[in-house]
């Protein structure tokens, strides 16, 4: 019995690893690191093949499968939050208003992110679009204080690719 909860902790563990790296790899893929997704994907199917070659071999064990599906939960979390911590992804949002675009943006700038505005032209007329680029780790709030202050606000968001100079709140100068 030792044995089997001794191998069954080695295979909730090695699964936590293992799909972490996936997570984090797939990340790399999305931003075009392919020399360290490839190496990560290494340690990762290194790790996956270790793992299930035991689970096949003892099948019977239901131990060892729950630990199994179990480390891959956990490991989808973890890989998750190591991915959002090692990002330095930045966010454009596009913010309507109908009727609350002048205090969005002073609630915005008191905060600390930067703001453009431009003249759209929306089904119902004219529209002022806010558009505001911070990093991923300050979208949340910057949405939080958009809907507290119109929660009628229409907001878009995307992940920009690569950009060169203005300011970005979040991020320091180099």
């Not at 609350?100 to 905060?111: A, G, T």
């Not at 991923?136 to 910057?142: I, T």
């Not at 606000?153 to 203005?166: T, V």
Request: proline residues 1%.
């Amino acid at each position: 019995m030792g044995n089997v909860v001794i191998w069954s902790l080695i295979i909730f563990i090695a699964r936590i690893v293992d799909v972490s790296l996936g997570t984090i790899r797939v990340n790399m893929i999305v931003r075009r690191k392919k020399i360290l997704a490839a190496v990560i994907g290494f340690f990762e199917v290194a790790i996956f093949i270790s793992i299930i070659v035991r689970i096949i071999n003892e099948v019977d064990n239901i131990f060892g499968i729950l630990s199994y599906a179990a480390g891959f939960a956990v490991g989808t979390v973890i890989g998750i939050m190591i991915s959002e911590k090692l990002s330095r992804d930045l966010i454009s949002t596009n913010i309507i208003s109908k009727n609350h675009s002048d205090d969005i943006k002073e609630v915005l700038k008191e905060q600390g992110y930067g703001i453009t505005c431009y003249a759209g032209k929306g089904i119902e007329g004219e529209v002022e679009i806010i558009n505001v680029v911070c990093s991923q780790s300050n979208v949340k709030l910057m949405h939080k204080l958009v809907y507290k202050t119109d929660p009628g606000a229409f907001l878009a968001s995307y992940m920009l690719d690569k950009i060169r100079g203005g300011f970005i709140r979040g991020l320091k100068k180099k």
